[in-house]
Antibody, heavy 122, light 106 residues
Framework: QVQLQESGPGLVKPSETLSLTCNVS????????WNWIRQPPGKGLEWIAY???????KYNPSLKSRVTISLDTSKNQFSLKLTSVTAADTAMYYC????????????????WGRGTQVTVSS | SYELTQPPSVSVSPGQTASITCSGD??????VCWYQQKPGQSPVMVMY???KRPSGIPERFSGSNSGNTATLTISGTQAMDEADYYC?????????FGTGTKVTVL
């Protein structure tokens, strides 16, 4: 059974770079679409980016200039970097899988990690 | 950018039917899925491709999508169904989430 586990620092200073990793266990990262999603406290969900196992990436236009998503197949994990963070980037960050990836027009998140809370504060 | 609008809250009595709407321009032309998120937990998909239930999701959950509105219906609502619900679709190469609806079982 595939499981996702996020890791990274819980506290990041303003203007610095937020770096998170999602470890994929119980299955291979060399298939499917791998995503980052965030949720500010008390607010809704916001998709950040995906990376396909081939290395193809897609970003939320509102965050594109600050985000990089990458894949490490040797470690079966993928990562997120968000630069120049502000308090508005404080959120629970989730990694998630899309095992459909547009098949028959379906794009959805069938598997989620538990999330990691990131606070931006000095 | 594409927007999906949901009512902030829906209240339902135990055993009754709860309907959660999700509105977007020509949404019926797209596939919609729904997530349930309980406090302190990750979202769980409860519906995909408008009206298909993932394995393990109770039959009391059903979905529809037509025109500009998709609807998630919970029949015979139980206390355990109290949660936030989000719709989601795909537009212009991006995943788009709805604004979210808090379902309260009174």
């Amino acid at each position: 059974q595939v499981q996702l586990q996020e890791s990274g620092p819980g506290l990041v200073k303003p203007s610095e770079t937020l770096s998170l990793t999602c470890n994929v266990s119980g299955g291979s990262i060399s298939t499917d679409y791998w995503n980052w999603i965030r949720q500010p406290p008390g607010k809704g969900l916001e998709w950040i980016a995906y990376i396909y196992h081939s290395g193809r990436t897609k970003y939320n236009p509102s965050l594109k200039s600050r985000v990089t998503i990458s894949l490490d197949t040797s470690k079966n994990q993928f990562s997120l970097k968000l630069t120049s963070v502000t308090a508005a980037d404080t959120a629970m960050y989730y990694c998630a899988r899309d095992d459909s990836g547009g098949k028959s027009g379906n794009w959805y998140f069938d598997l989620w990690g538990r999330g990691t809370q990131v606070t931006v504060s000095s | 950018s594409y927007e999906l609008t949901q009512p902030p809250s829906v209240s339902v009595s135990p055993g009754q039917t709860a309907s959660i709407t999700c509105s977007g321009d020509k949404l019926g032309d797209k596939y919609v899925c729904w997530y349930q998120q309980k406090p302190g937990q990750s979202p769980v998909m409860v519906m995909y491709q408008d009206k298909k239930r993932p394995s393990g999701i109770p039959e009391r959950f059903s979905g529809s999508n037509s025109g500009n509105t998709a609807t998630l219906t919970i029949s015979g609502t139980q206390a355990m169904d109290e949660a936030d619900y989000y719709c989601q679709t795909w537009d212009s190469s991006s995943y788009v989430f709805g604004t979210g609806t808090k379902v309260t079982v009174l």
